[in-house]
C-alpha cells in the first residue's frame, strides 16, 4: 500500500484479554517502530525494529508486551491480559533506513484501544 | 537526549503566518532539530528538519539560530487545515539516532 497500514482501528477488551495489533510498513522500509500514546499525551517510545530483530525494546512497559517483525515486513505488538491503564492509541511508523539521521518515520493512523 | 521546550499551545488567524519557537539549549553539534505536526485522530507528520541552515520545503520554513539552541517553525499562510499539534524533536546522534522522543508539543489552532 501507499502507507502505513494498522490493524485493528479500534479494539475494545475486557481485562485480562490477550489482544493483537497488527502493523503493515512501506514496502521496502527496513526499519519498523511502535510508540503509544495515551490520552491527551505525547507518544511514547515502545520499540524499534531494523529487519527482524529488535535492537530497542526499552520502551516495553511489561513482560506482558512483546512485538515481533516476520520477513522484514508485517509486525505484530501482542499485549497479553490486557490492564485499563493499556488504554492507548497505538501507533506504527517504518523508516527506509535507520541509522541515517535525516531518515524520515512515516506513521500509521494507529489503533485506538480500550481496555474496560 | 537533548530536551525541547515549546509553549502548551498558540493560536493564528488564518491566511496569517503561524511562529512556532522551540527551545534546545542542550543541543550538541551534530544533533539534528525535527518538527512533525499530529492532525486530530492521525499519525504524526514529518515536516521539516535542519542542523544549521535555515531550511524550507513545500510546508514550512525552519529557521535555527545561530547558537543552534533555538529554532522557530514557520508556516507562512496557515490554513484551518493546519490546526494541529506541532513537535520540536532533537534527534539523537550516534547509535540512538533511530530513535525521536516526542513531547507534548504545541497544540496550533488556527481561527477563521
Known amino acids: 500500500g501507499a502507507g502505513v497500514s494498522q490493524s485493528p482501528s479500534n479494539k475494545v477488551t475486557e481485562k485480562g484479554k490477550d489482544v493483537e495489533l497488527r502493523c503493515d510498513p512501506i514496502s521496502g522500509h527496513t526499519a519498523l517502530y511502535w510508540y503509544r500514546q495515551s490520552l491527551g499525551q505525547g507518544l511514547e517510545f515502545l520499540i524499534y525494529f531494523q529487519g527482524n530483530s529488535a535492537p530497542d525494546k526499552s520502551g516495553l512497559p511489561s513482560d506482558r508486551f512483546s512485538a515481533e517483525r516476520t520477513g522484514g515486513s508485517v509486525s505484530t505488538l501482542t499485549i497479553q491480559r490486557t490492564q485499563q491503564e493499556d488504554s492507548a492509541v497505538y501507533l506504527c511508523?517504518?523508516?527506509?533506513?535507520?541509522?541515517?539521521?535525516?531518515?524520515?518515520?512515516?506513521f500509521g493512523e494507529g489503533s485506538r484501544l480500550t481496555v474496560l | 537526549d537533548a530536551k525541547t521546550t515549546q509553549p502548551t499551545s498558540m493560536d493564528c488567524a488564518e491566511g496569517r503566518a503561524a511562529n512556532l519557537p522551540c527551545n534546545h539549549s542542550t543541543i550538541s553539534g551534530n544533533e539534528y532539530v525535527y518538527w512533525y505536526r499530529q492532525i486530530h485522530s492521525q499519525g504524526p507528520q514529518y515536516i521539516i528538519h535542519?542542523?544549521?541552515n535555515n531550511e524550507t520545503n513545500e510546508m514550512a520554513s525552519l529557521i535555527i539560530t545561530e547558537d543552534r539552541k533555538s529554532s522557530t517553525l514557520i508556516l507562512p499562510h496557515a490554513t484551518l487545515r493546519d490546526t494541529a499539534v506541532y513537535y520540536c524533536?532533537?534527534?539523537?546522534?550516534?547509535?540512538?539516532?533511530?530513535?525521536?522522543?516526542f513531547g507534548k508539543g504545541t497544540l496550533l489552532t488556527v481561527n477563521p
Open positions: 511508523a517504518s523508516s527506509l533506513l535507520a541509522g541515517v539521521v535525516t531518515g524520515e518515520l512515516f
Open positions: 524533536i532533537v534527534r539523537p546522534s550516534g547509535g540512538s539516532n533511530y530513535k525521536l522522543t
Open positions: 535542519g542542523l544549521k
